[in-house]
């Protein structure tokens, strides 16, 4: 049984979702991690029977840019509180005609263009190589389309999202060299994250909200901030209400693969993992070494 500081599910919320009304015995709690703070403290509730935590990905306020977000601390985190499932929700720029400001993708690719961002947790004393082929739960995506889908039928399945370091939009030639790649969304925050929720065993979809066309339309005006924030508003009261009807459903034991995604991964020798690599890594080498040293870590 869960207790008050354990979550199922998490949403980690972007641009325009700072919070998640309508929780039940709300509890806000402070995470130490061995990577740092994470962007906010991290508010755990119960909604529709589920155990939620709910993260804001830019702090409280909208503090933190894109490459200032300790993504590494946010996921460490989230896992630390139990959380197998992992929501993430998007503003994103349109790279496809078809794809209209308002509309909701569910991509199943993404294409890193980031570069100044801790991308790993096995950055010290062990190597894990995970496999990245299918970035995105796609159970959980599923389910979310299809609560989707009675909402808004401006909604798309499948599709890729090129992740730029940000925090300034494309120039024009990049968007354009963007859809040569054939790419269907653009955004700033799902890479790293998705690569860590997998190093973590976490399964990750996003819910992508198109709030315009980047710069790469010549009959629209290029991006702006106040475009976005004209369309996100409603953007993310559809999130949310996707959010609530999928936790509506019951929490199916996951058939995926995203939680086994270490078992074959690490390449250490764990004779040559130290003691203190042991400890650093606890939380994530439980099922493959019961044996660790066990892991301290404070909620407050």
């Known amino acids: 049984m ?23 015995h709300v509890r806000t709690v402070e995470v130490k991690t061995p990577f740092g703070k994470p962007s906010d403290a991290i508010v755990l509730g119960e909604l529709a029977g589920k155990r939620l935590a709910f ?9 933190l840019s894109p490459s200032a977000i300790n993504y590494r601390a946010n996921l460490y985190a989230l896992k630390s509180l139990g959380v197998a499932r992992i929501i993430s929700v998007s503003a994103v720029g349109s790279m496809k005609e078809k794809i209209k400001p308002g509309d909701i993708v569910f991509p199943d690719q993404f294409i890193d263009r980031t570069r100044l961002r801790q991308g790993t947790f096995f950055d010290q004393g062990l190597v894990a190589h995970v496999a990245m082929a299918d970035p995105i739960c796609s159970d959980l995506s599923l389910a979310l389309h299809v609560a989707a ?15 730029i370091e940000g925090p300034q939009f494309s120039t024009k030639a990049e968007s354009y060299l963007y859809r040569t790649w054939g790419v269907d969304v653009i955004g700033m925050t799902n890479m790293p994250e998705a690569k860590l929720a997998r190093e973590a065993e976490m399964c990750y979809a996003t819910i992508a909200l198109a709030t315009d066309y980047d710069c790469w339309h010549d009959s629209e005006e290029s991006v702006t901030v106040e475009a976005i924030l004209r369309i996100m508003h409603n953007n993310v009261l559809l999130a949310k209400q996707v959010i609530r009807d999928v936790l509506e459903q019951p929490l199916e034991r996951r058939s995926c693969g995203c939680g086994s995604a270490l078992e074959n991964a690490i390449v250490t020798d764990p004779g040559s993992i130290s003691t203190a690599t042991r400890r650093r890594y606890q939380l994530f080498l439980t099922r493959m070494f019961p044996s660790s040293p066990k892991r301290s870590q404070s909620h407050g």
Do not use: F, W
């Open 55 to 63: 993260l804001a990905r830019h702090g409280k306020g909208h503090r």
């Open 2 to 24: 869960a207790t008050k500081t354990q979550a199922d599910i998490a949403v980690i919320g972007g641009s325009g979702l700072y919070e998640m009304e309508g929780l039940n």
């Open 149 to 163: 889908k009675p909402i808004n039928t401006s909604v798309h399945i499948g599709g890729t999202y090129v992740c």
